[in-house]
C-alpha cells in the first residue's frame, strides 16, 4: 500500500470512528475454533429407531394421528404401544440415554415442555464464574455446559455424535418442542458432530429454536421454528452442514443464521472447491430478516423463498467476536426473494418489546427487531467480499433490492490500517430477475440498487432499474470481468451519514434514532433532508452575499448566481425523495457547478486566489454530477463528493471575508474603492493611470459695444 493510499485509508477511518456508534453484538457465544474440515454431511439412516419419546395419554395420542394416512396412523400406534413400554417421557431422557455414535430417537406426535429442564438453576449451577453477554446471559464454557445444561437450554445435547433426531408425525407441526419462554434455547447441539434433525418443531425461546455449535457435519431437514427473541435456526463455526426444507417465521433477528461458517475459502476468487453451509428448499418469512450470517463464509443459498420479512437476507463483517471476518464467498441462486417490507420498529416504540417475551404476542404476529435493518430491503452486504448473487428473482421491495455497504475493520475490533479498507469487495450481481415475478408479472422494486460506493471489482447486470448511484461498475460474461472497475476508500459523505444515524439503535433501551427513515422519519425529519438543507441554506446566503456586495454589477455572475440557486432547490428537492431518484441530484449539482464556475471566472480579476479556487470547486462538482449520472470515475480513492466537500468549507470562510469588505457596489471586477475616505480594500491592483494635463482656459469673449456708438 503507497504511503497517501495509506494516509487516505488513516483519514477515512479517523472520519468513521469520529461518527460511528457503539457495535452491537448480535450473538457473543464462548470462544471456539472453526472445525478442521475432515468431517462429512450427514445420510439419513431409515429402519427401526434406537430410542422412543412419547407421551403417555393414548387417548390424547390417538387423537392427534387420527387423520393420518393409514400406513403412517398404524405405524405411529405401533411405535406408541413400544414406547409405553420402554420408551422415555421428555427428549432430553432419551438424549441422556445415548451410549454410543449412530443412535436413532423417533420422537412421536405430542407437546414436549420437557418439565424436568424448565426449572430455574439450583445448587452450585446458580453460582458458576463466567462473563455476562451484553443481553446479560452469561457466556458460558463447554465443561459448564456440560455441568449444568439446562441453565440456558431445554434439551442438551453435548458431544453426542452421529445422533439422528426424527418426528413420526404427517408434519413437523405433529411434535412440537416448546421453550415457554423460559430457555435461551430450545435445543442445543454442542460439539455433536454428524447430527441430523427432521420432522419437528422447536419454538418460543429468549434467543435460539434450534442451535448447532461447533460441529463438523449437520442437516436440519423439514424442520420448523418460530417466536424467538433471537433466531430460528442458529449453526455456529460449524463445517459440513445442510438445511433442507426448512421454514422459520417470527423472529427478532433471523430465522436462519449459518453464523461463522467455515471459512474453508479465504484466499479464492469465485471458483472454490466446496462450500461449508447449504441452504435450499427452505422457507423464512415474517422475521427481522429471512436468513442472516455475521461471517457467513463459503454458504450455497439456493431455491429458497425469503418473503415478508424487513429484510430479504443480509450477510455482515459488523459484529465482532466471530471466526471468520470479513465476510466472504457466500453464493445465491434461483431464491425468490420478495416483498420484504414489514416494519416491526412500532412494536418497539410503543413498548410493546419492553414486556416480558410471554406477553409480546410473538404468536399474534408481534416481531421484537433485535439490529438495525433497513425495512424494504432484499439482499443486504455489510461489509462482505467475494458473494456471488445470481439468477435470483428479488422483487416487491419498497425500498431496494440490493444493499451494499462497507465496515471498516476497526468494528469488528480489529485496528491494523492495511485491513481497516477490507470489506466490500467483489461483489457480483449478474444475471437475477429484477422487479418480475417467476410468471413475468412486472413487480418492481423502488430501486434495484443502493451502494455507498466503496469497494474494488463490484458490479452490477447491466439491467438494473433505479439505482443509487445511477450508473454502476457493469459484469462481463466471466466471472471477474468487470468494465467501469472503481476502487474506493470510502462511502459517499451523506449516504455514510445517514448510516451512522441509523445504526444508533437499541431495542433494549428503545433507542430508535432520530433522522433515519429506517424507524419512520420523514420529510424534513431525515438526517440525509436535514444535511442537504442546511448546505443548500449556507451555500444561498454566501453565495448571495457574495453577489450582492461584489458581483450584481455583472450579467454572467447573476445569471450564474439565479442557475446556483435552482440547483440548490433541486438538490433540497432530490433528497426528499431518497435514492430512486439519482437525476435530480445530478441536475442539481451540475447547477450548482456551473454557479461556482461561473462566479469564479468573474471573481478573477479582483481576487485571483478566491476566483481560481472558486473555479476548481465548480469542476469538482460537474465532475461529482458526472460520477453519479453518466459514469463512476474509476481509480480514484475517494469520490468527488469528499474533495468537493472539504474545498467547500475552505471557500463559505473565504466567501464570507471576501464578501464582507467594502467594494464598489454594482462594479463587477472593480478595484474596490474605498468609500468616505475609508482605507481601499486589499486585494491586487493595477498601477492607477496619471491624471491627464488639464486643458487650457478659452480667452474671454469681448465685451459687446454700447448701444448707438458709431464707428
Known amino acids: 500500500m503507497s504511503w497517501t493510499r495509506r494516509l487516505l485509508v488513516v483519514l477515512a477511518t479517523l472520519a468513521v470512528a469520529l461518527l460511528a456508534a457503539p457495535a452491537a453484538q448480535a450473538h457473543e457465544e464462548r470462544p471456539v475454533t472453526l472445525p478442521d474440515g475432515t468431517g462429512s454431511v450427514p445420510v439419513y439412516r431409515t429402519g427401526e429407531p434406537d430410542l422412543l419419546v412419547c407421551k403417555s395419554d393414548r387417548a390424547d395420542f390417538e387423537r392427534r394421528v387420527s387423520g393420518f394416512p393409514e400406513g403412517l396412523r398404524a405405524r405411529n400406534l405401533q411405535l406408541f404401544d413400544r414406547c409405553l413400554k420402554s420408551g422415555y417421557r421428555h427428549l432430553q431422557q432419551a438424549v441422556d440415554a445415548v451410549g454410543r455414535p449412530g443412535m436413532n430417537i423417533a420422537i412421536l406426535p405430542g407437546l414436549y415442555e420437557e418439565e424436568p429442564s424448565l426449572p430455574k438453576p439450583a445448587g452450585e449451577c446458580t453460582r458458576l464464574k463466567a462473563p455476562n453477554s451484553k443481553l446479560g446471559y452469561q457466556i458460558l464454557s463447554y465443561a459448564q455446559q456440560t455441568q449444568c445444561p439446562h441453565n440456558q437450554n431445554l434439551v442438551a445435547i453435548l458431544g453426542k455424535k452421529n445422533l439422528q433426531i426424527e418426528g413420526t408425525g404427517a408434519e413437523r407441526t ?7 419462554y423460559q430457555k435461551l434455547n430450545a435445543i442445543r447441539a454442542d460439539g455433536s458432530d454428524g447430527i441430523y434433525f427432521k420432522n419437528f418443531t422447536a419454538q418460543r425461546t429468549t434467543f435460539n429454536s434450534l442451535y448447532v455449535l461447533a460441529q463438523d457435519g449437520f442437516v436440519i431437514d423439514s424442520v420448523l421454528t418460530r417466536w424467538n427473541d433471537e433466531y430460528g435456526f442458529l449453526t ?6 445442510l438445511y433442507k426444507n426448512c421454514e422459520s417465521y417470527g423472529n427478532g433477528d433471523s430465522g436462519i443464521y449459518p453464523g461463522s461458517a467455515s471459512d474453508i475459502n479465504d484466499g479464492y476468487g469465485y471458483e472454490v472447491p466446496r462450500y461449508s453451509i447449504e441452504i435450499t428448499g427452505c422457507r423464512s418469512h415474517h422475521n427481522m430478516v429471512g436468513y442472516s450470517g455475521t461471517a457467513g463464509d463459503s ?3 439456493h431455491d429458497n423463498e425469503f418473503d415478508h420479512n424487513m429484510g430479504g437476507a443480509s450477510m455482515d463483517s459488523a459484529f465482532p467476536g466471530h471466526p471468520g471476518l470479513p465476510q466472504n464467498h457466500a453464493r445465491f441462486e434461483r431464491n425468490l426473494i420478495h416483498d420484504n417490507n414489514a416494519d416491526y420498529y412500532p412494536y418497539v416504540a410503543d413498548g410493546t418489546c419492553a414486556k416480558p417475551p410471554v406477553d409480546r404476542g410473538y404468536e399474534d404476529g408481534v416481531v421484537c427487531p433485535q439490529i438495525s435493518m433497513p425495512p424494504g430491503s432484499g439482499i443486504i452486504t455489510a461489509g462482505g467480499n467475494w458473494n456471488l448473487y445470481e439468477n435470483n428473482w428479488i422483487y416487491g421491495q419498497q425500498r431496494t433490492a440490493f444493499f451494499l455497504t462497507a465496515v471498516p475493520a476497526f468494528i469488528r475490533g480489529e485496528s491494523a490500517l492495511s485491513k481497516q479498507a477490507d470489506t466490500s469487495h467483489h461483489n457480483r450481481y449478474a444475471g437475477n430477475h429484477l422487479g418480475t415475478d417467476k410468471a413475468g408479472n412486472s413487480r418492481p422494486n423502488r430501486t434495484d440498487v443502493f451502494w455507498d460506493g466503496q469497494g474494488d471489482g463490484n458490479c452490477w447486470q447491466s439491467d438494473t432499474g ?13 466471472r471477474g470481468a468487470v468494465s467501469g472497475r472503481t476502487d474506493r476508500l470510502i462511502g459517499e459523505p451523506v449516504k455514510l451519514a445517514q448510516l451512522l444515524v441509523c445504526a444508533d439503535y437499541n431495542v433494549q433501551a ?10 419512520g422519519a420523514r420529510g424534513i425529519e431525515r438526517i440525509e433532508v436535514q444535511v442537504t438543507l442546511a448546505i443548500a441554506v449556507v451555500l444561498a446566503l454566501v453565495g448571495g452575499v457574495l453577489w450582492w456586495r461584489r458581483l450584481r454589477g455583472s450579467g454572467l455572475a447573476t445569471a450564474v448566481t439565479v442557475l446556483g440557486a435552482i440547483g440548490l432547490g433541486l438538490d433540497v428537492a432530490g433528497s426528499t425523495t431518497g435514492p430512486a431518484s439519482t437525476y435530480v441530484p445530478a441536475l442539481a449539482l451540475l447547477l450548482t457547478g456551473v454557479w461556482w464556475t461561473g462566479i469564479g471566472l468573474v471573481l478573477r480579476g479582483e481576487r485571483p486566489w478566491l476566483g481560481w479556487t472558486t473555479v476548481v470547486l465548480g469542476a469538482l462538482t460537474l465532475l461529482d454530477a458526472v460520477d453519479k449520472a453518466v459514469f463512476m470515475i474509476p481509480w480514484i480513492p475517494l469520490s468527488p463528493a469528499w474533495v468537493r466537500g472539504l474545498l467547500g468549507v475552505i471557500w463559505v470562510v473565504w466567501a464570507v471575508v471576501a464578501a464582507a469588505r467594502h467594494s464598489e457596489r454594482g462594479v463587477p471586477g472593480g478595484r474596490g474603492a474605498s468609500e468616505e475616505g475609508s482605507a481601499p480594500d486589499a486585494g491586487v491592483h493595477e498601477p492607477a493611470a496619471p ?3 488639464p486643458a487650457a482656459a478659452p480667452a474671454p469673449a469681448p465685451a459687446p459695444a454700447p448701444e448707438g456708438d458709431a464707428s
Open 691 to 693: 491624471a491627464p494635463a
Open 174 to 180: 405433529d411434535v412440537v418442542i416448546d421453550a415457554k
Open 236 to 241: 455456529f463455526a460449524s463445517d459440513h452442514g
Open 510 to 519: 428503545r433507542r430508535l434514532p432520530a433522522g433515519c427513515d429506517w424507524y
Open 466 to 478: 433505479p439505482s443509487s448511484p445511477r450508473t454502476l461498475p457493469t459484469c462481463g460474461s466471466e
Open 299 to 301: 454458504v450455497y443459498v
